[in-house]
């Protein structure tokens, strides 16, 4: 299904805080994924943001989901060019999201093996120790930067099965993706289905992903 957006909505945080509101005001829970799985809703959105580029970005969406009373799943790399996960900076916005009421976990990547030699696992294994190191907590989430570098689905499950000392979900389970969850993505600062904010009410559970990168105050430039 191809929805086209009407003018209104764009990638502005005022659009986005609008949608937000919609979507409490019509009664669905918005929060991360542990929540949903503790304690799920007849009408609920699970709502994940992948932290490609910008943490300062993240904290911008994360304050504003606290501010409209949502939780959301919030997913940090390890190899990212544009922060570094261990600097005094990145660690006090993780903590802030944290003390919101969000979740962080880890936004898996693969491709390293290709140039540096080793394996996806070896690779992972490596990603939950910086990540842990970072959050001094253990990993109870994560999901997959571009999944099919990291061998699909089937690779994330496997993983989820090997790290089930302590963690709990991965983003591309069967349980929160089409059919059994509607499933809307701005990957690439296109919705492919039309924007989030036309869904209101149209399903009762979804996953809502977003990359902070391309919500701006008033004009996309504003990061990049």
């Not at 190191?133 to 699909?152: D, Q, W, Y």
Request: aromatic share 12%; net charge negative; hydrophobic share 40%.
């Amino acid at each position: 299904m191809q929805l086209a957006p009407p003018a209104e909505f764009g990638f502005s945080f005022h659009d986005y805080a609008r949608v937000l509101r919609a979507y409490k005001e019509n009664g669905y829970a918005v929060t991360g994924f542990g929540e949903y799985i503790r304690n799920p809703q007849p009408k609920h959105v699970v709502l994940r943001h992948d932290l490609d580029n910008s943490i300062d970005q993240a904290l911008r969406v994360a304050r504003i989901d606290a501010q409209e009373g949502c939780a959301s799943s919030i997913f940090v790399r390890v190899h990212a060019r544009g922060y570094n996960l261990m600097s005094l900076p990145a660690l006090a916005a993780l903590r802030e999201m944290e003390d919101m009421g969000h979740e962080v976990g880890l936004h898996l990547e693969g491709g390293i093996n290709e140039v540096l030699g080793g394996n996806n696992n070896d690779w992972a294994d490596r990603q939950r120790t910086v990540f842990e190191a970072a959050l001094n907590r253990s990993l109870i989430g994560f999901s997959s930067h571009e999944p099919a570098r990291m061998g699909g689905i089937e690779f994330a499950d496997n993983l989820l099965e090997r790290w089930s000392d302590t963690v709990t979900h991965h983003a591309y389970e069967d349980r929160f993706t089409t059919p059994t969850m509607k499933y809307l993505s701005d990957s690439s600062g296109n919705w492919r289905e039309g924007h989030f904010g036309l869904w209101v009410g149209k399903e009762p559970l979804m996953q809502v992903l977003t990359h902070p990168f391309w919500w701006f105050d008033k004009v996309p430039a504003e990061n990049y």
